[in-house]
């Protein structure tokens, strides 16, 4: 199984990805310290795109101080330091060949053994492969076993996705985002702050959506029975507000992590 690497760096996280966060535990949304006894552990989100992974993502990162891993910038931290996984990966792509799974994997490996994964991590556009889900199940890294993934899956009706996606709008000359369902500006097509004319990204029309959902469907959504089948599953509803489904989402994964426990970990990772 291969991967292309520029459609890996779009794909692996659509909406996380825009954040380009690799370590960064910094985030907009802030929630209640955590249980100091609960550690989340090896965590991917599921979802299509607009579902609001990269959200929810960001609120996990701050409530645990764990880091979001998104293969897409994997790819592109590794080419920027001239790495020598790095380096295969640039050749590959400028010979426009395609980047093997074994390559994505390695980079993946070495990240998880870094100290800010010790208590836990956030998956993104990874594994998006039921080749890759296998790999991560029977992979040990060198610096110790890992405790075992678990998944949770946000549900959004494929209609409200794609006003989500197709209704945003954003203003060019102070970055405000609008949607034209659901948050629209008080003039049409005009910015509230500036009356600057709002623009749509190349990425928000309705053309693009059903592209990535093709994409999604095709690569992705195999992925999810072979969790469902281990058990370490949660399906939750992303249709509410952003504090509601992350409430979703956290019980999910402390019902997990009770089936599913993590080893007794050192607080390196900063949890709070």
Known sequence: MTASLPRAAAFAGDEVGRHDTLNSNSAT??????????????????GAPGVGKGTQAQILVSRFGIPQISTGDLLRQHRRNHTELGMIADGLMRQGQLVPDDLVNKMVAVRLCEPDAAAGYILDGFPRTLAQAEWLDTFTPECGPLPPTVAVEIRVDETLLLRRITGRRTCPGCNRIYN????PPQRYELCDDDQTKLVQRADDTEEAFLKRMEVYRAQTMPVVPHYQGTGRFRS??????????AAAILEALRELRTEFPVPSLTSA????
């Open 29 to 46: 949304y802030t929630t209640a310290p955590a249980d100091g006894s609960f550690l989340p552990g090896p965590v991917l989100l599921f």
């Open 180 to 183: 034209i369902y659901f948050n």
């Open 236 to 245: 939750v509803e992303g249709g509410g507000s952003v504090d509601a489904v």
């Open 269 to 272: 990772s900063g949890v709070r």
